[in-house]
């Protein structure tokens, strides 16, 4: 078996030049960003606005038992709140004085019903 390939007599090699310039690319690298943040963002959008939503629905839960009198009630999330991280439930009063009502933890969720269970069947 000999090296000697008749097809590549005459050839001779030369630097090899990109296949796409730079603009090219950088702009392709700009697409593909904006297009991975176009997926991307409006799912981390809804998680976010769902679980502001559902942590004010169980703070007005809680501060209704907890605190029946106020007027409003508020739902921060904190990083080194008195629950450490997740969400905090505060009833502000007449003067407006936060009053820390309950940690809810990262998910937030309304407690359940305390109580004797209510049959529900037919039976």
């Known amino acids: ?18 296949l796409r ?8 690298r700009v697409v593909v960003v904006l297009a991975v943040l176009g997926l991307i963002l409006p799912g981390v959008f809804t998680t976010v606005s ?5 942590a004010q629905l169980a703070c007005d839960y809680r501060g209704a038992l907890a605190v029946p009198g106020a007027p409003s ?6 990083l080194f709140g008195p629950g450490v991280i ?4 505060y ?17 937030p969720v309304a407690p359940g019903v305390s109580g004797p269970r209510v049959p529900t069947s037919n039976s």
């Open 21 to 28: 310039g730079q603009r090219f690319s950088l702009l392709l």
């Open 91 to 107: 009833a502000l009063d007449q003067l407006g004085k936060r009053i820390h009502v309950d940690s809810m933890g990262f998910i």
């Open 86 to 89: 997740g969400w905090e439930c």
């Open 50 to 54: 769902v679980g502001t939503r559902n």
């Open 1 to 18: 078996m000999s090296d000697d390939h008749p097809e590549l007599a005459g050839y001779e090699p030369f630097e090899e030049k990109p």
């Open 73 to 78: 009630y508020e739902a921060t999330f904190e």
